[in-house]
Structure formats: C-alpha cells, structure tokens
C-alpha cells in the first residue's frame, strides 16, 4: 500500500513534475484528482490552506507547491544524482528551477493560454506574447550546462521542473535553431519513459 498521496488534478502540470519524478524514483503513491477550478473542495484546504495543485502527503506530513515537493522527495530517497549534495551544483539546480518558475512560466503562459487552450487558437494574441517568450527562453539557454539536461551531470530535478513547460513548447512554433541546447533538454525528458508513464497535460 502506497504511504504517499499526490492531490493531482488532470490539466495541472506542476502536478506532472511530481508525476514524472515519482515514476523516475519508482515510488508507489496513490492519486487523488482535485478540481482545477475554484473553489477547491474544504476537505482540501483543511490539509493544505492555500490549495494549491499538487500537494503531497507523506503519512502526516502534507508538503505544498511542486518545486518544494521535488526537494523533498528526491532528498526523500537519497537521490543526490537529482539534487546534489554539493552546495555549488545544488545551486546551479535551484537557480534553474527557481529561474523556470519566476521568470519563465510568466510569460510561457502568456503564449500557451491563446495558443494551445481556446477551442481555436488566437494567432494575433499569441504572436503579441511570443517575443517576451523568446527572449527569456534564449536567456535561459545560457544556463543550460548539461547535455540534452539542464544541469551539468545528468538528469535532476530541474528536469523535472522544466518538462511540462517543454511539452508545451514543443507544439509551438518556437524558433529551436536559436535554442539548441533547449532542444537537447526538451527530447530528452519528453523522450524519456518516466515521463511517457507519468501521462501529459493538454
């Protein structure tokens, strides 16, 4: 019986980074769907005040927001090939994911709302937010030191982070020749079996 409980639900993908490493880590954890849209149920936030999607419960301990959870549980296993025990390449891994969530999803969603949720795309909103998109994307290729990863010896958890973001970018038409290294990084992790089990995100 799985003592871990993800409170998912179907369209979150910060709720697919926790998808995607606890199908890496091989750990067995039962999936309780929450509704995306609010209110959220009270039963929820009893546990978890904010209710934010994903949560995770670890026998009592309940533990909020998806790079958090990452931490955790790759500190949770031991897995310092994830998340380095040596402080300057655990920072290079902070600093990716913590750059991928306060400077890079503001704008990605800006350009994967119009393009990829309407029942049609919105060509003319979508081109409006792509610059502001590219150019942080080609900043961040400069902090990528990894080979087809965004860190330097292998997959982390940064990986983990980024892959919904990626997922999405690939069905858009992004300019990949500026981006290489970002390319490298987005076939890897789509590529990789983790991540197929874990299941995508519209």
Not at 102 to 126: K, N
Request: with cysteine; hydrophobic share 50%.
């Amino acid at each position: 019986m799985a003592n871990l409980t993800l409170y998912d639900a179907a369209g979150s993908s910060n709720a697919l980074k926790i998808r995607f490493l606890l199908e890496l880590l091989g750990l067995p954890y039962e999936k309780v769907d929450i509704p995306f849209e609010r209110p959220r149920p009270d039963w929820f936030v009893a546990i978890h005040p904010l209710a934010t999607i994903p949560a995770l419960r670890d026998g009592d301990a309940v533990i909020g927001e998806s790079n958090t959870i990452l931490r955790y549980l790759a500190g949770r296993e031991g897995r310092t090939d994830l998340y380095p025990a040596d402080p300057l390449a655990r920072a290079h891994v902070d600093w990716v994911m913590d750059t991928w969530s306060m400077h890079l999803r503001p704008v990605a969603i800006q350009v994967e709302m119009p393009a990829l949720f309407g029942p049609t795309p919105d060509l003319e909103q979508t081109a409006a937010a792509l610059p502001a998109y590219i150019s942080v994307l080609e900043r961040v290729e400069q902090l990528v030191r990894g080979e087809g990863t965004l860190c330097a010896g292998g997959l982390t958890i940064a990986d983990a982070s980024a892959a919904p973001t990626l997922y999405r970018a690939a069905k858009l038409d992004l300019p990949w020749e500026r981006l290489p290294k970002l390319a490298a990084v987005r076939d890897t992790v789509l590529a990789h079996p983790a991540f197929i089990a874990a299941g995508a995100v519209r």
